[in-house]
């Protein structure tokens, strides 16, 4: 089933362009890597940012320095690496769990962020539900496995979710199964309540 749910063209663009963070770019490409119609638009990006190429000025090059550079491709020699097939949660570089509550833990994406970002893994259990919360910036969320609710919709595996500063919502588990996201946030979140601060601040995000 094709993903329902996408990054705007303003984020697919930044994508493209390699501006985004790594943390935000990362749950862009993964949600990109199980959506035709996301990689598509990504594509388009990229071939106008490479027509843009041929707008600017040329520059001066050395007399030999193709030559050069074709003797220097001629020197390298390229080993083909199998493509690593193990899920993705085998991949992701992550720190040790954080079990938050029964069937609750979070895992940091060991990947470069700034000091006040997170970039984590998040695993919730079936029927369960987080604490409400609002946001400090931008949240980017990729979900990996099952699905959830909250006031912007259902979001099932594959599904991007976008929020931001003006969003207050309580993600509730859908379905028979965990739910696992992955997640890129501006800030750390703001939570409700008193359990929701001891327990975000015990999963650190």
Request: negative net charge; hydrophobic residues 45%.
């Amino acid at each position: 089933m094709s993903p329902r749910h996408h990054p705007s063209a303003d984020i697919l663009a930044s994508y493209a362009t390699g501006t985004l963070d790594p943390g935000f770019g990362l749950v862009v490409g993964v949600h990109v890597g199980s959506c035709a119609k996301c990689r598509a638009q990504v594509s388009a990006f990229e071939a106008t940012s490479g027509a843009a190429l041929n707008d600017l000025p040329q520059a001066q090059l050395a007399s030999g320095a193709l030559a050069q550079t074709l003797a220097r491709l001629d020197q390298i020699r390229f080993r083909p690496v199998a493509p690593d097939t193990r899920p993705l949660l085998e991949r992701l570089p992550l720190e040790p769990k954080r079990w938050v509550a029964p069937g609750v833990w979070v895992a940091a994406v060991n990947t470069p962020r700034s000091a006040e970002d997170r970039v984590y893994v998040l695993s919730v259990g079936k029927s369960a539900l987080t604490a409400r919360h609002e946001h400090s910036g931008a949240e980017f969320c990729v979900v990996l496995k099952g699905a959830y609710r909250d006031e912007l919709g259902v979001f099932a595996a594959g599904d991007f979710a976008f929020a931001d500063s003006d969003v207050n919502h309580q993600p509730v588990v859908e379905g028979d199964q965990d739910c696992i996201c992955l997640f890129a946030t501006e800030g750390r979140l703001k939570p409700h309540g008193l359990i929701g601060r001891l327990a975000f601040e015990l999963a650190d995000v």
